[in-house]
């Protein structure tokens, strides 16, 4: 598989393989329903909406949308309609959630819960973003942007992981990583030194795999050629990296912020770390970046 550089080229990708089926979890809203609807007619994904069947119905009407196009299931309550979604997922009759009109609360506890949900015992729960920043030559794959606050090493060498497979299905076989800190200076009075110079050690005894990996390292010298040639820095990831670790989730939101609002960037997100993937989009995400983290979900189902 050639490596994917824009999110546009997910669809190809996804059109080439059988259809992975979404479920969307209380899917009443507009914007839920626009989204996945984009994604049908793409030839991407089967859709499956659980919630009001009557809501559905309405909303498709009004959009001009062929309600035909998806599988209905009615469950009109909200908690319910989340559980009933997650239990879809682990019968086997869908590949991944998505996020509707639901709140984020019922949808994380239906996704939690420890006898029906769609964790298995130890595991860790993270978020995963994908940005297309005209300003970079590549795609960069972050995290966590959304749900660790502040995560401890073995929370960062999950994370790791997941940037690093999700890297791998966008045809990346060895990325790049930088584990970022505000220094490439190892100073032991920053934690997020520390756990970098501990990840990169790691990386090069073998025990973290498929990613070449260099700590702590600052944004610019992550992603910025000129930055690293003008400090002089000897690294197989500055300049070039695929996958950035923020030190905390405070440093990795305000990134992904900049990048949307300030420099126009497009994105693709999702919830890792559960037995399938989940999309958890917010209803100020545009239809583009839904779209987006869809395919991206599909992709790596």
């Known amino acids: 598989m050639e490596a994917i550089t824009k999110l546009d080229q997910m669809f190809d990708h996804l059109k080439a393989n059988e259809n992975k089926r979404l479920v969307a979890a209380y899917a009443n809203d507009s914007h839920t329903i626009e989204?996945?609807?984009e994604a049908v007619e793409k030839n991407i994904i089967e859709?499956?909406?659980v919630g009001d069947e009557n809501i559905i119905k309405s909303v498709c009407q009004e959009e001009n949308i062929d309600v035909n196009r998806f599988k209905i299931v009615h469950e009109p309550d909200e908690a319910a309609s989340a559980a009933k979604s997650v239990s879809m997922i682990n019968a086997g009759d869908a590949d991944f959630l998505m996020k509707g009109l639901v709140g984020t609360d019922?949808?994380?506890r239906a996704i939690l819960n420890k006898e029906n949900g769609l964790m298995d015992p130890g595991a860790i729960l993270s978020h995963v973003t994908v940005i297309e920043n005209a300003c970079y030559h590549k795609l960069m794959i972050v995290g966590d942007v959304a749900v660790l606050p502040k995560p401890d090493l073995k929370q960062k060498i999950a994370i790791?992981?997941?940037?690093v497979a999700t890297a791998r299905k966008l045809g990346i076989d060895c990325p790049k990583t930088a584990i970022i800190s505000a220094t490439e200076k190892v100073n032991v009075k920053m934690p997020a030194c520390v756990d970098a110079a501990l990840i990169s050690q790691m990386a090069k005894r073998g025990q973290i795999k498929n990613t070449i990996i260099d700590g702590p390292l600052a944004v610019d010298l992550a992603i910025d050629m000129e930055s690293v040639e003008i400090k002089g820095i000897k690294s197989d990831v500055a300049g070039d990296a695929d996958?950035?670790?923020f030190p905390d989730i405070q440093s990795g939101n305000v990134f992904y912020k900049t990048n949307t609002k300030l420099a126009d960037a497009k994105l693709g997100a999702m919830v890792v770390g559960a037995r399938k993937?989940?999309?958890?989009?917010?209803?100020?995400?545009?239809a583009e970046t839904k779209l987006y983290s869809i395919a991206?979900?599909?992709?790596t189902a």
């Not at 993937?277 to 545009?286: E, H, T, W």
């Not at 991206?296 to 992709?299: I, T």
């Open 35 to 37: 989204a996945v609807n």
């Open 47 to 49: 859709g499956i909406l």
């Open 106 to 108: 019922k949808y994380m």
């Open 160 to 163: 790791v992981n997941f940037l």
């Open 243 to 245: 996958c950035l670790l």
């Open 277 to 286: 993937p989940a999309v958890l989009s917010s209803r100020g995400d545009s």
């Open 296 to 299: 991206l979900a599909a992709l």
